[in-house]
């Protein structure tokens, strides 16, 4: 692949994850669900469900991407967003919904791993893989920026409905869709295999052998999903903390927004720490989470907004240079699967840590 495609490439991907950020319904699926009277509960469980959908599918869409091709799972991946919002708009009942974000969760593991993947390797083909800090800097800076931008429009979700808020989302899937067929593969030695059943047991066997061997990978993968979740977690619950501490409820948007950007200048921080020590930057961010997990306790809303923001800072700090370091250790052929791994074990943590916030918060 020349230099020139590479780069193409590339801000197409970027490109696929803006426009996606302008999916309205997605955004505000909790507040839409709310309108139509489903009780709490209900929402609580098909948040539950979105998660064992995810965690059932994230390792098998990896091997899937890495079996047929990234840009065939980028595509697949996209087109599930538009089945999901398509189903949510003709939902009429809690089952017809589940589904729905069934095919949402599945929409996210199909570009989990495979969208790294494609752009690490398209990179290394055109022997410009230096440039992989960059891409994985801006694209979760601009994921951040656009994913805040569709919570500040909730509201205009909840005025115009769940149909037509969904109906936005299946157009965005389409465009992005559309983004995605232009998109170049990326050839591997896997693919020169014409056995689909001999791919499918290699990617497994070589996926297995390297997690076994590699202790130095399992440290990192355990250590980036526990900042992580950490930083998720108390983002979360200072959500139901913030009123409660005489935050005014209009003001709760523009709060949560601040702490995208964090999130977002985090990433985009993430480029100048290229060359440094991996050990500095995992201390850095888990002091800085840390913080953000004292403050959510400090009972002041200003400090803990600014709490909020460092622990976004942080986490997306570590993300970015997490993304980096573990895509030069991983082979080409087990790349998306491997990086699937990394998203598994942040499931993983989230489901066992979720409870003990919740008993800290309440």
């Not at 800090?133 to 994913?147: E, P, T, V």
């Not at 980036?224 to 005489?246: K, S, T």
């Not at 306790?297 to 909020?308: E, T, V």
């Amino acid at each position: 692949m020349e230099k020139k495609t590479a780069r193409k490439q590339i801000n197409k991907l970027l490109a696929i994850d803006s426009v996606s950020g302008f999916a309205i319904g997605g955004a505000a699926w909790v507040a839409l669900l709310a309108a139509r009277g489903f009780s709490t509960i209900e929402i609580g469980v098909l948040e539950s469900i979105f998660h064992i959908v995810s965690m059932i599918c994230e390792i098998p869409s990896g091997v899937i991407a890495d079996v047929f091709g990234r840009r065939r799972a980028m595509i697949a991946g996209r087109s599930m967003v538009i089945v999901s919002s398509l189903i949510m708009v003709f939902s009429k009942d809690f089952f017809t919904v589940a589904l729905a974000i069934a095919f949402s969760a599945l929409s996210y593991n199909l570009a989990s791993g495979t969208r790294e993947a494609l752009a690490y390797d398209s990179l290394k083909e055109a022997g410009i893989e230096r440039e992989y800090d960059k891409f994985a800097s801006n694209d979760l800076m601009l994921y951040q920026i656009f994913g805040s931008v569709g919570t500040l429009m909730a509201g205009v979700a909840l005025l115009l409905g769940y149909k037509r808020a969904n109906m936005i989302d299946a157009v965005v899937g389409a465009i992005t869709v559309a983004i995605a067929l232009t998109l170049a593969d990326v050839r591997t030695d896997l693919q020169s295999k014409t056995s689909v059943s001999m791919r499918f047991r290699q990617v497994v066997k070589e996926s297995f052998t390297f997690i076994r061997d590699s202790r130095k990978a399992r440290m990192i993968i355990i250590f980036n999903a526990c900042i992580g979740a950490v930083d998720v977690l108390v983002l979360f619950f200072m959500q139901a903390r913030l009123p409660e501490v005489g935050l005014k409820k209009l003001w709760l948007g523009p709060a949560l927004f601040l702490m995208g950007i964090g999130a977002a200048a985090g990433a985009k921080a993430a480029e100048y720490f290229a060359g440094k020590i991996y050990k500095k930057t995992g201390i850095l961010s888990a002091l800085g989470v840390g913080l953000s997990f004292g403050l959510a306790f400090s009972g002041n809303c200003y400090l803990m907004i600014i709490g909020g923001f460092i622990g976004a800072f942080s986490d997306n700090l570590l993300q970015v240079r997490t993304d980096v370091l573990l895509n030069t250790m991983i082979p080409s052929d087990q790349r998306a699967t491997l990086m699937s791994v990394n998203s598994f074990t942040f499931s993983i943590i989230m489901i066992v840590l979720s409870p003990l916030f919740g008993l800290f918060f309440s």
